[in-house]
């Protein structure tokens, strides 16, 4: 058992009354009377079938303390976030889905952009450098704290040799993005997302000012091509050559 104290998913609570006590409470918070986007924070399928529970999102539209609302999937990438997306898309109309999505990690995206594409509901879209294995913040010899949200990810051999090294053998075959190009890998993957019609916009994990001025600068260097996107669906397709691992299935937010 690799569990954290505190790092635990905390219950959930999806009454109407304590909807709206929690956005008062972050308005005052935030010297605020609105805000412009409220996300629902890892709703299971249950959540998103709950009628008071979108109910009370509308009313507070309404009110015009919140200007749009969706859901964040979460929290680790996994399967059932295909259903809870496409639900929340096509039956609850929201405005916006946040997933997992990423080079490396491409399952959820796969799952529901096309129900996106279909609905005026836009994604957005996180941990977009696969916990740093595509910004160049985890090499082979990086070891994480227990007190780092990324621990679980190497808390035993087996999850270590699965994401960050056969992970890192993943990035090596992505070279053909950067070369003879005007961009940097962790640009490269901003614009892989970016290319998805579907997606509004992207929310890296930024450490500090040197990746915010490279990833604010992904618009700068020439789009990725047809070929380029092409070669690497193929490379996801066949897990980048490698034996099937986990490395899609264990991400942390």
């Known amino acids: 058992n690799t569990s954290r104290r505190g790092h635990e998913e905390l219950p959930h609570n999806w009454t109407p009354d304590y909807i709206r006590f929690a956005l008062e409470e972050s308005l005052k918070r935030l010297q605020t009377t609105y805000v412009d986007l409220y996300q629902l924070h890892n709703p299971r399928i249950d959540a998103i079938q709950r009628d008071d529970l979108f109910a009370i999102l509308e009313q507070l539209k309404t009110e015009g303390k919140i200007r749009a609302y969706g859901t964040a999937l979460g929290p680790a990438i996994a399967e059932r976030q295909i259903e809870e997306g496409q639900a929340a898309i096509e039956q609850r109309h929201v ?51 227990e007190d780092d949200h990324r621990f679980h990810r190497v808390s035993t051999d087996d999850r270590r040799q699965a994401w960050q090294i056969d992970g890192l053998k993943k990035v090596t075959q992505l070279a053909f993005l950067t070369e003879g ?18 997606i509004a916009s992207v929310l890296p994990n930024i450490y500090n000012e040197s990746l915010l001025r490279e990833f604010a600068s992904a618009s700068d260097g020439p789009p990725l091509t047809e070929e380029e996107l092409s070669r690497i669906a193929q490379l996801y397709a066949h897990n980048f050559g490698l034996e099937p691992a986990s490395v899609g299935q264990t991400s942390p937010q």
């Open 95 to 145: 405005h916006v889905v946040q997933i997992i999505y990423n080079l490396l990690e491409q399952m959820l995206g796969l799952g529901v952009f096309e129900t996106a594409r279909r609905a005026p509901s836009s994604i957005l879209v996180r941990v977009p450098h696969a916990s740093g294995l595509l910004d160049g913040t985890v090499k082979p010899e990086t070891v994480f704290n």
């Open 181 to 198: 190009t005007r961009r940097t890998l962790a640009q490269a993957a901003i614009q892989f997302i970016l290319a998805e019609p579907s």
